[in-house]
């Protein structure tokens, strides 16, 4: 039991801190995303700053939403205290994830690294909302360990930004690659290790 409080706990550490980092960033530091669309040197199409910009704004949003209605939702003691709050708080997650999604759409053309960037955001776009509604379908048939095993798969993709500029530094700062070129590594390797990830953690709950 402590280990899960421990690992929770962690776990509600990195969702605060994140969150509090990607909207003091976005908000308050660089509401204009200079540092972020400097890298942009190779759009095919034409980037509406303006509209970009607030499109952006509602993608940050969301996705802070989702990650906090996520992390909520996987504390047992808010489940046993109500059941009710629980499922509401699950519709909160599935709307933010779906406008997350929506917005992603439409800045995947004007992806940092070109159309083999978009083409993995286009991907993403369509596992993401798969998997949540797979968790939706699951719990409405009242198979709730496959419902939570289909959570911790969706919930990982909450993550991606933070997977995407981890790879991207590592690439770019560690093996001297360009941007662009760690950014396109960084949007698939995160797929990947987001897909790979849950898995684990399942299997790990199944043992234990």
Not at 7 to 28: D, P, R
Not at 154 to 182: D, E, R, W
Request: glycine share 8%; hydrophobic share 50%.
């Amino acid at each position: 039991m402590k280990k899960q409080i421990t690992g929770y706990a962690l776990l509600a550490g990195v969702c605060i801190l994140f969150v509090l980092y990607a909207l003091a960033k976005n908000y308050i530091v660089d509401p204009g995303a200079e540092g972020f669309l400097i890298h942009k040197t190779e759009l095919t199409r034409e980037l509406n700053l303006p509209v970009w910009l607030n499109v952006m704004y509602i993608h940050v949003a969301f996705a802070c939403i989702a990650m906090l209605a996520g992390l909520l939702n996987f504390s047992n003691r808010f489940f046993e205290k109500s059941r009710k709050l629980h499922r509401i708080n699950g519709y909160v997650y599935i709307v933010s994830v779906l406008l997350v999604v929506v917005t992603s759409g439409y800045m995947a053309p004007h992806a940092t690294g070109g159309k083999v960037s978009s083409m993995g955001f286009n991907l993403l776009n369509l596992i993401w909302p798969a998997i949540t509604i797979t968790a939706l379908v699951h719990i409405k048939k009242k198979r709730i360990l496959q419902h939570r095993n289909w959570m911790i798969r969706s919930y990982a993709f909450c993550f991606t930004n933070m997977a995407i500029h981890l790879i991207t530094t590592l690439f770019h700062q560690g093996f001297g690659f360009t941007y662009s070129g760690s950014y396109t590594i960084g949007v698939y390797g995160a797929i990947a290790l987001l897909l790979v990830i849950p898995e684990i953690i399942i299997r790990y709950l199944r043992r234990k």
